[in-house]
Nanobody
């Protein structure tokens, strides 16, 4: 079982930046993938970015060139650097972790609110 704790959300003006962090604890096996999803009111939860333990990354089209996902040296931490934020980026952001030990099912953090004002 992997536990995830996110931090770094908050309120920022359009054009500003925020950095989200996610710390994973528990039994971490490899290979694995950590990701960030977001969910705005009335919308479905959607994958924003992901990164494997080897450093392979994925970005949803709307955040390409603005967001950067990375992992810490110990591979237990994932970061999401968000630049040039837009009001449409406002959502609850969730960290996820998956690996073959869970049948590639995602473990979820509790979420952190990101609000971008215009």
């Amino acid at each position: 079982q992997v536990q995830l704790v996110e931090s770094g959300g908050g309120l920022v003006q359009a054009g500003g930046s925020l950095r989200l962090s996610c710390e994973a604890s528990g039994i971490i096996s490899e290979p694995n993938v950590m990701g960030w999803y977001r969910q705005a009111p009335g919308n479905q939860r959607k994958l924003v970015a992901s990164i494997s333990n080897h450093g392979d990354t994925y970005y949803e089209d709307s955040v390409k060139g603005r967001f950067t996902i990375s992992r810490g040296n110990a591979k237990r931490t994932a970061y999401l650097q968000m630049n040039s934020l837009k009001p449409e980026d406002t959502a609850v952001y969730y960290c996820t972790h998956k690996s073959p030990s869970t049948g590639w099912a995602d473990s979820w953090g509790q979420g952190t609110q990101v609000t971008v004002s215009s």
